[in-house]
């Protein structure tokens, strides 16, 4: 079982740093040393808004195929669309890996959505890779569903972002008081039921990977299949009580706290009778900020363990590693 914390210290308009938030914040960098999963509450997105959520994404998937290519991925100059199933491979797509090479694909379907930018915004003016705008389905009310989701998982963000600020010894607004404008991604996935489907050996529903960025936010429909690998190497069924969030780091964040965090392998499983909804966020800085370590996390005289790295390429790179409309051996 995963640990738990409230993040209702950190929200928005909560004057910081308390003593409440540093006991809490301490606990997280434990954690976060021994495993890079956790899971929280008072988070800020109320059920309401969640179960609407998830009722659109349901809606959007029992579309038909040829409603939900309209919209595919490789039809956006911003990687904004419709993944179909076994176009994207995760499996092997760990830290310091560029590519995955000849695997099986991924037994889910995907639609992949960030924050619109429309045509006069500086970054889509400038040709910045992964700016403008989502393809949104023909599907009435959607949109109106997915959008109030979206900014109350931006407010969960910024309460983990500034939990995990202080857990470093920094400012609890260091993370959210980056340069530039950070990129958000919520990502819409369906599983079917195992039975369904006639998978090659070791083929799953998301092959074994890491996040990409700094941070990720899940949410899921309660049936089960997210596997966590600790850092013993053993794999372990992770249950989301109602109302909890999965919180993850991602390999971004391992080269800012110089591997004081680091990201865990995880998969999914399709689960057998039902159908799996899960829906993470994810979160990484502007597209050009250069990440490396922070101080709180050398000794004096230390040398970085990594190179610094600039978002907005090693993200694409990560992308051509798994997805099928950029990289030829994955079709």
Known sequence: MLSTFDLSPFATGEALPSDVAWRTAAAIDDTLCATGFLLVTGHGVVDEVRYAYFDAMREFFALPLERKESIAIGKSDCHRGYVGFETEALDGALAGDSATGLVAGDLKETLDTGIDHGPDHPEVLAGTPLHGLNQWPDLPGFRERVEPYRDAMIEATLRMQRAMSMALGLDARFIEDQPGEPM????????????????????????????????????????????????????????????????????????????????????????????????????????????????????EGETPKHKPMITGPYLLSRFDGTHSYRNELLA
């Open 184 to 299: 958000y991604h919520l990502r819409l996935i369906h599983y079917p039921p195992m039975e369904t489907l006639t998978p090659e050996p070791g083929q799953l529903g998301c092959g074994a990977h890491t996040d990409y960025g700094t941070l990720t936010l899940l949410a899921d429909d309660g049936n089960g299949g997210l596997q966590v690998r600790e850092r013993s190497g053993e794999w372990i069924d992770v249950a989301v009580p109602p109302g909890h969030l999965v919180v993850n780091l991602g390999d971004l964040m391992a080269i800012w706290t110089n591997d004081r965090w680091v990201s865990n392998p995880h998969r999914v499983v399709n689960p057998p009778g039902v159908d799996r909804y899960s829906s993470p966020f994810f979160v990484e800085p502007s597209f050009h900020l250069q990440i490396e370590a922070v101080s709180t996390c050398l000794v």
